[in-house]
């Protein structure tokens, strides 16, 4: 079980990255079709609720590595 649970473990800052990337990715692909479902003002409102959670979790698993890493 510690063998898989080392696979899902971010360790470096380029894994956090990546891991960033593919959460933008998946964020912006929803805005799309928030704004082609919600034309308007509210379409263009909840894009910018799921770019914007992209930015709160980026920021977090940066600061969790940073934290990790000070622990250490």
Known sequence: MAR????FTIKT???AF??????ALGG?????????QYPGIGGKLLFLAC??????????ILDNL???????
Do not use: N, P, Q
Request: glycine residues 12%; charged residues 25%; hydrophobic residues 50%.
């Open 4 to 7: 898989l649970k080392r696979l």
């Open 13 to 15: 800052r380029f894994e």
């Open 18 to 23: 990546l891991v960033i990337y593919a959460l």
């Open 28 to 36: 912006c692909e929803r805005g799309i079709h928030y704004l082609g």
């Open 51 to 60: 770019t914007g959670s992209v930015f709160m979790a980026g920021g977090m």
């Open 66 to 72: 940073a934290m990790k890493r000070a622990l250490r």
